[in-house]
């Protein structure tokens, strides 16, 4: 969306909407850009006019798409994806318009479309991972699946960054090996603070250990509302110092080091990375 004061906030392209084929995304690209594709083709006319118009302004696109699937995305071709496309299209009032298989096949395609489209821009993938907000609905053996799920994604696109958010709790040293595996993926903490504020201790700690320090991201508010992110702020500044501290009297860290380390992962990580030249040069001479 355009604001009105641009450079106060850095802003994501949301593709959850563009891969995930509901009835509810139908409707929102619908009253958003007042077109009802029918065929892939316009639907990814759709994509291609997001990517133009936002692609220069974003900093990153984001999907939440692991709240209802797997990340197991696989390749699909495109002849396979069309069709499959209109008879969704044709049916998009209905609740199972594909079966799941079909439905499957389909998401892959348009998220895996979108996340090369991403790459084009030079923007990063969010991906949520880990444990899933509210209660009495979360399929554990999915969410355990992420980290395994998320290697093809890191694979295919070896030049697309990849952020993975919230550690991947509670699996998340399998995401410290991610992340010193693949060049192309980053950790962000984003919510892990207030998740499980001891958790977050011991991943920094072991991630600091095991991974280059520009790959994480310490903090991120995840509330709508300013107050709460005051709250949660101050939990993660109290987890960073504690997780440092410890790595200092244990001698892995000296404390000349820290000061520069302490800048690195709770902002600079986050400028350098999210921030693209061409961009910062058009909106900040």
């Known amino acids: 969306m ?21 009835a509810a995304d139908f409707a929102w690209v619908e009253a958003e850009t007042g077109r009802r594709p029918t065929t892939l083709d ?24 692991a709240y209802s699937r797997a990340l197991d995305f696989e390749p699909v071709t495109k002849a396979h994806a069309s069709r499959l496309f209109p008879h969704h299209a044709d049916r998009v009032g209905a609740l199972h318009a594909l079966g799941p298989e079909d439905l499957k096949a389909l998401q892959d395609y348009l998220f895996r479309y979108c996340v090369g489209k991403a790459g084009e821009c030079g923007l990063p993938v969010k991906l949520h991972t880990g444990v899933l907000a509210g209660y009495g609905v979360m399929q554990l053996g999915r969410t355990r699946g992420n980290a395994a799920d998320v290697c093809r994604l890191l694979q ?18 399998e995401f410290i090996a991610l ?75 000296a ?17 350098q990375f999210f921030r693209k030249a061409p961009r910062e040069d058009a909106t900040h001479p």
Not at 50 to 59: C, E, I, P, Q, W
Request: hydrophobic share 45%; charged share 20%.
């Open 2 to 22: 355009e604001t009105e004061q641009p450079g106060l906030l850095d802003h994501d392209i949301s593709i959850l909407q563009l891969c995930r084929c509901s």
């Open 255 to 271: 404390l000349d080091d820290t000061r520069d380390l302490i800048d690195r992962i709770m902002r600079g990580n986050a400028l």
């Open 179 to 253: 992340a010193k595996h693949y060049p192309n993926a980053a950790i962000d903490m984003c919510w892990a603070w207030i998740i499980n504020p001891v958790a977050g201790v011991r991943f920094l700690k072991e991630f600091l250990m095991a991974v280059p320090s520009n790959k994480i991201f310490t903090f991120g508010g995840d509330y709508v509302a300013v107050e709460p992110i005051y709250g949660h702020a101050f939990v993660a500044r109290r987890g960073i110092a504690q997780a440092l501290s410890q790595l200092v009297a244990e001698g892995w860290i």
């Open 156 to 173: 295919d696109f070896p030049e697309t960054r990849f952020v993975l958010m919230h550690i991947g709790y509670p699996y998340e040293h």
């Open 42 to 65: 316009e639907w990814l006319d759709v994509i291609d006019f997001y990517f133009a118009t936002y692609g220069a302004k974003a900093v990153a696109v984001k999907s939440q798409i």
